[in-house]
Nanobody, 122 residues
Framework: QVQLVESGGGLAQPGGSLRLSCAAS????????MSWARQPPGKGLEWVSE????????AYADSVRGRFIISKDDAKNTVSLEMNNLKPDDTALYYC???????????????WGQGTQVTVSS
């Protein structure tokens, strides 16, 4: 079955960096758009970034553009999110998703990982 396993979350200081990874299995990874979303404490889901199946197109939420970089490695079936210049507002549970940004609006239509917690605090 489809599995998405996130890793790399943790505690970072403001201005610091973290790299999230998502190991995918159970489907033809190279054929799918993949995305990341997050849920801050007490708030709703927020789409963060997506990457097209061939890696040619990436997109970012305004709140992270210029600071986050999404990438995928089809040989390893992984999608990553490099997060730089982190801010306290980036604190959230981060999810890897099989599918594009629409999944954040219609979550039951897509497969999600279990999430990895990112906390940005001094």
């Amino acid at each position: 079955q489809v599995q998405l396993v996130e890793s790399g979350g943790g505690l970072a200081q403001p201005g610091g960096s973290l790299r999230l990874s998502c190991a995918a299995s159970g489907f033809a990874f190279s054929s799918y758009t993949m995305s990341w979303a997050r849920q801050p404490p007490g708030k709703g889901l927020e789409w963060v970034s997506e990457i097209y199946s061939d890696g040619s197109i990436t997109a970012y939420a305004d709140s992270v553009r210029g600071r986050f970089i999404i990438s995928k490695d089809d040989a390893k079936n992984t999608v990553s999110l490099e997060m730089n210049n982190l801010k306290p507002d980036d604190t959230a549970l981060y999810y890897c998703i099989k599918g594009g940004r629409a999944c954040s609006s219609f979550p039951t239509l897509c497969t999600w990982g279990q999430g990895t917690q990112v906390t940005v605090s001094s």
